[in-house]
């Protein structure tokens, strides 16, 4: 973020006080100095040579040592002392001014309780006005020669506002904070120092600690000498103000104790696995460690991997999309996403070493990887869509320190309900915004139907709070919808089940889990539309090569089929039955599609791909094809859309509740673009214009609703539009297809990704 961008909420102080002007109250003031702050900047500071220093450097307008000289001309007067010097400042402002009124008064301090106590104990009750908050910013630097005018840019400032909090002052303390260029956000104040102690206040206790145990052995100079850059890098921590760390420490005295406990614990565990040998014990702590701290480095750079709870707050990716361009050549897509999650899944509850090859290295597979680690499952990888498992069988997953979060996939929580509601501990199942407001009760209910206690937020959607220690028994289920998740949820249930679990399907859906359980070596029986298994078995390791995703290949078999002079082959696809509805669909429109090297691989179907341009033909599509087809439908729109006649659908009223409305956002897009359609309850009529020699529609803004299929769908539909479509909110492309800009490049078309703010 650019410095003359920051400045988005404007600051109305007349009179600014900074009490206290090292480092964080000197870059205060440097950094509204640069965004063109125009009120007056005034500080206080025991030490007259920093109020000095500060005007030289054009910093304050003025100040001086006495805060009776300062306070009471501020609108608002920001606390920038030591912690446990609060009280006496607050106790001065009490004096001045009992009730603050006309001041908004906050802080910058490392801990809030011990603040917020001070408050109470000085004014007798949490002045309205006054607005007590961190930024999370720092250097081991100290004073106000330190003072950086971009020490705030991109940082996160916490504000943990009462609930007498005046909703002005509150409104006030971000404004100062945004023009900083800082991120605001709002937490509890118990939180706040829950968090602050593991993040920030442990790591300085472990730093400071390390380099004076390193300081007192008669070896110091040498192993100073001679340590490398990691050492540099963590000890640098150890070189703040030792002065206002003890004050931090004595604060936040037990949120210290009760992380440093924690870490004491795992430091245990660890010393066991090196003192016993435990290599898998030691790799999964060491890559468990090293994936969050990709992750951790992602958030920080607002980079893509497993992104974070709130997605808004991240930067949004933009397509734009010129019009024609071709589909040539051969591409291998990423591995089947459906796939990659259960070769996880089985592969952490099978007994031994588990190889996965042709991974999905997308966001949501990633999260699912990081799931089982923090569930105590050794995991190395993934590198170049190699995974290797270190199974812990049946009964030995572990219980996570926190909620499970599975990003955008409705698959990975539902097959995660089944699989932990037989487990003995207690968890918590977590997504993004979108995932959090889809329905979870198909699962749900089934599975307490089993035994399994889950409690679920309003409308029976995440988080699921699923009580461990449940007692299943198996059941005999009746599908009311057919649903692949719905059903592999049951059978993972019955893996944990006392007897069989049976579960009837009212049409035939993906069977991924019921091939895999058998290459795992656990018996699942299948007879026309229901199948069964028997609790109490074991998963024995293997070697999963996961086929290249279907529904990933479709919008490539669609760019093929709708663009004169098309040659496109896609690289071994994976052909399940239950999954080719997309390519019964296509050739009944008439697509020029053949499939070539037929071959089964780890009990999966799979074949090249080969399609050419042929002119389409609208069609009524057979009611039976909808569940084998429907995550394919968003692109499969875009090929009638591009076909003679009118193409029917109905029956598809699970596209209502998939990462969005489907049906809904679809008709949106396709009007956008000026394809007349017809949109329906449980279905849609899209007219198509099939004439090869004209664009079939126009260009226009999309809103792809955070939903990667819309966005992959509409970025096809741009070769036969003729003006640039633009798409909105691609970032969960990541989700299921993280090199689709570079595939799609690669075949012929012109796609750019705009971050927001116009970076590319």
Not at 291 to 299: G, N
Not at 307 to 330: D, N
Not at 604 to 633: K, S, W
Request: negative net charge.
């Amino acid at each position: 973020m650019s410095q003359a961008s920051v400045n988005e909420s404007a600051v109305d102080e007349s009179r600014l006080l900074i009490v206290g002007l090292g480092l964080i109250g000197g870059s205060l003031a440097a950094a509204l100095r640069a965004a063109g702050f125009q009120g007056e900047i005034m500080a206080c500071d025991p030490d007259a040579r920093e109020i000095e220093r500060g005007i030289e450097m054009g910093l304050i307008d003025g100040g001086s040592t006495r805060l009776a000289e300062q306070a009471p001309a501020a609108s608002m007067i920001v606390l920038a002392v030591p912690v446990l010097a609060m009280e006496s400042v607050m106790g001065e402002l009490a004096t001045l001014n009992p009730t603050l009124a006309g001041q908004v008064v906050t802080d910058v301090g490392s801990t809030k309780a011990a603040i917020r106590d001070a408050a109470l104990k000085v004014f007798g009750h949490m002045p309205p006005t006054l607005v007590l908050g961190h930024p999370i910013a720092g250097s081991e630097k100290s004073g106000v020669a330190a003072a950086n005018s971009t020490l705030y840019v991109d940082h996160n400032v916490i504000l943990t506002p009462e609930a007498e909090t005046d909703a002005g002052a509150l409104a006030r303390v971000r404004a100062l904070w945004q023009a900083c260029g800082a991120q605001v956000l709002e937490m509890d104040v118990s939180r706040h120092d829950e968090v602050l102690a593991q993040t920030s206040h442990l790591p300085h206790l472990l730093a400071f600690s390390l380099v004076d145990t390193l300081a007192r052995q008669d070896q110091r100079l040498d192993i100073f000498r001679y340590a490398a850059g990691g050492f540099r890098d963590f000890t640098r921590i150890a070189g703040s103000d030792p002065v206002m760390w003890r004050d931090i420490f004595t604060a936040n005295r037990e949120a210290v104790l009760s992380s440093l406990d924690d870490f004491e614990r795992g430091l245990a565990r660890l010393r066991t696995a090196v003192e016993t040998g435990d290599g898998d014990a030691m790799l999964a702590t060491f890559d468990r460690a090293s994936h969050a701290r990709h992750y951790f480095e992602s958030l920080l750079n607002k980079t893509s991997y497993q992104t974070e709870y709130a997605m808004q707050s991240q930067g949004q990716v933009t397509y734009r999309v010129r019009p024609g361009g071709s589909a040539q050549g051969s591409v291998r897509v990423p591995g089947d996403k459906s796939i990659s999650h259960r070769s996880i899944m089985l592969g952490a509850l099978a007994e031994g070493v588990t190889t996965v090859t042709g991974f999905l290295e997308g966001e949501d597979s990633l999260a699912t990887l990081q799931a089982f680690r923090e569930m105590g499952v050794a995991i190395e990888g993934p590198h170049q869509g190699r995974v290797v498992i270190h199974g812990v069988g049946m009964h030995g997953l572990q219980a996570p320190s926190g909620p499970i979060y599975v990003g955008n996939s409705g698959t990975a929580m539902r097959l995660f309900a089944g699989l932990l509601a037989g487990q003995a501990f207690t968890s918590e199942l977590t997504g993004d915004e979108s995932l959090t407001r889809r329905p979870m009760n198909r699962v749900a209910e089934p599975l307490r139907a089993m035994g399994a206690v889950i409690d679920t937020a309003e409308g029976g959607r995440p988080p699921l709070h699923i009580h461990g220690g449940a007692s299943l028994k198996g059941m005999y289920y009746d599908m009311p919808v057919a649903s692949a998740q719905v059903k592999s949820c049951l059978l993972l249930a019955g893996l944990y089940a006392d007897g069989e679990t049976r579960v009837r399907e009212p049409a035939p859906t993906r069977d991924h889990t019921e091939r895999m359980l058998g290459g795992f070596g656990y018996q699942v029986e299948r007879q026309g539309d229901t199948c069964w298994l028997n609790g109490g078995e074991r998963l024995t390791a293997g070697a999963i090569d996961v086929p290249a995703d279907i529904s990933s290949a479709t919008f490539f078999m669609v760019a093929a089929a709708i663009t004169p002079d098309a040659d496109l082959t896609l690289e071994h696809v994976g052909i399940n039955p239950t999954r080719i509805g997309v390519i019964n669909i296509l050739t009944l429109m008439g697509a020029n599609l053949e499939l070539v090297n037929e071959r089964e691989i780890g009990g999966e179907p799979v074949a090249d791909i080969r399609v050419r341009y042929a002119p389409l033909t609208g069609i009524d599509i057979p009611v039976a094809q909808v569940p084998l087809a429907i995550d394919e439908f968003p692109a499969l729109f875009i090929a009638a859309a591009n076909a003679s006649g009118t193409t029917r659908l109905r029956g598809a009223a699970e596209l209502r509740v998939k990462e969005s409305d489907r049906l809904q956002a679809m008709a949106d897009g396709l009007a956008t673009l000026g394809v007349e359609h017809r949109l329906l309850d449980e279905g849609i009529d899209i007219v198509g214009n099939g004439d090869a020699q004209t664009p079939s529609y126009g260009g226009g803004r999309i809103d792809s609703l955070g939903d990667h299929r819309i966005a992959m769908a509409f970025a096809v539909a741009a070769l036969r539009a003729g003006d640039d479509i633009v798409i909105d909110n691609c970032a969960n492309v990541a989700t299921s297809f993280p090199d689709f800009i570079e595939l799609a490049t690669r075949i012929g078309m012109t796609l750019d990704a705009e971050r927001a703010g116009g970076e590319g």
